[in-house]
């Protein structure tokens, strides 16, 4: 699948993954991996709406985006397979992960700039370093790494939280992760074997819609957790029955 003659020219990205490339147009390599990230950028949208609207604070609308922008770049990522694009898919990865862990663990920090400063200056350092080395393992050792860290405080949250909704969508988080998680690893070590199916099931476009709503649901669960650290009685609602996002009563000194 390597080397192929098309619109953006040979591959050069250091990853491809099971999806046969220009099968459908000479302008998009992987077409399913690439339009799998839609869900992601709707869900996304419709979550800086509600923070917005409801007057959340900053940090999560720029969360919102993130996530936005990290499904924008792994669409130019896969539609292209350009080692550039492929750094507009892993470098927001490892910014959204940053951003996590400043919304994480940022409330019990006692100095508040350091923080920030810190995490920002991180991420300039890695996109920079990243942009001139190639490092395929180490990228995915990096990634996993940032994951781990949000795991205690995430963990800490769901126990104290006492709100069964706001519970539901913890599970929800994991859940999704665990069947998008399962679906790359298969996408990924069995692709001689999946390829031969009738039909190929597509996983790690899979992959890309469990992480969209992985990411909706983190996102809302935080949003409950910081919303009652502030005071502002939130609850979850539920649009038309089974849409989930929180609703929040600011007192009137707010």
Same mark, same amino acid.
Not at 227 to 250: E, H, M, N, S, T
């Given at each position: 699948?390597?080397?192929?003659?098309?619109?953006?020219?040979?591959?050069?990205?250091?990853?491809?993954?099971?999806?046969?490339?220009?099968?459908?147009?000479? *302008?998009? !390599?992987? %077409?399913?991996n690439?339009? #799998?990230?839609?869900?992601?950028? @709707?869900?996304?949208?419709?979550?800086?709406? $509600?923070?917005?609207?409801?007057?959340?604070?900053?940090?999560?609308?720029?969360l919102?985006?993130?996530?936005?922008?990290?499904?924008?770049?792994?669409?130019?990522?896969?539609?292209?397979?350009?080692?550039?694009?492929?750094?507009?898919?892993?470098?927001?990865?490892?910014?959204?992960?940053?951003?996590?862990?400043?919304?994480?663990?940022?409330?019990?920090?006692?100095?508040?700039?350091?923080?920030?400063?810190?995490?920002?200056? *991180?991420? !300039?350092? %890695?996109?920079?370093?990243? #942009?001139?080395?190639?490092?395929? @393992?180490?990228?995915?050792?990096?990634?996993? $790494?940032?994951?781990?860290?949000?795991?205690?405080?995430?963990?800490k949250?769901?126990?104290?939280?006492?709100?069964?909704?706001?519970?539901?969508?913890?599970?929800?988080?994991?859940?999704?992760?665990?069947?998008?998680?399962?679906?790359?690893?298969?996408?990924?070590?069995?692709?001689?074997?999946?390829?031969?199916?009738?039909?190929?099931?597509?996983?790690?476009?899979?992959?890309?819609?469990?992480?969209?709503?992985?990411s909706?649901?983190?996102?809302? %669960?935080?949003?409950?957790?910081?919303?009652?650290?502030?005071?502002?009685?939130?609850?979850?609602?539920?649009?038309?029955?089974?849409?989930?996002?929180?609703k929040?009563?600011?007192?009137?000194?707010?």
């Amino acid at each position: 699948m390597a080397d192929i003659s098309s619109f953006w020219g040979p591959v050069t990205s250091t990853t491809e993954w099971c999806e046969k490339n220009y099968v459908y147009s000479s *302008y998009i !390599a992987e %077409f399913f991996n690439t339009v #799998s990230n839609v869900p992601t950028i @709707i869900l996304a949208l419709i979550g800086l709406i $509600i923070s917005l609207r409801q007057r959340f604070e900053k940090r999560f609308s720029i969360l919102h985006l993130s996530n936005m922008i990290l499904a924008i770049g792994s669409m130019l990522f896969h539609a292209t397979l350009q080692h550039v694009q492929q750094q507009s898919d892993e470098t927001p990865m490892v910014w959204e992960m940053l951003l996590y862990i400043y919304i994480l663990y940022s409330p019990d920090w006692h100095y508040r700039s350091t923080m920030p400063t810190f995490l920002f200056l *991180y991420g !300039a350092v %890695f996109a920079i370093v990243h #942009s001139q080395f190639r490092f395929v @393992i180490g990228f995915k050792v990096h990634y996993v $790494i940032l994951c781990l860290i949000c795991i205690p405080r995430t963990y800490k949250y769901y126990i104290y939280i006492e709100d069964v909704a706001a519970k539901r969508l913890a599970k929800l988080y994991v859940g999704t992760l665990i069947l998008g998680s399962i679906c790359w690893l298969c996408d990924r070590l069995f692709c001689k074997e999946i390829s031969r199916w009738y039909f190929y099931p597509q996983g790690h476009a899979l992959w890309h819609v469990f992480m969209g709503f992985n990411s909706y649901f983190a996102n809302t %669960f935080l949003m409950f957790c910081r919303a009652q650290q502030r005071g502002w009685a939130p609850r979850i609602v539920y649009f038309l029955g089974f849409f989930p996002y929180v609703k929040i009563q600011k007192p009137k000194t707010q």
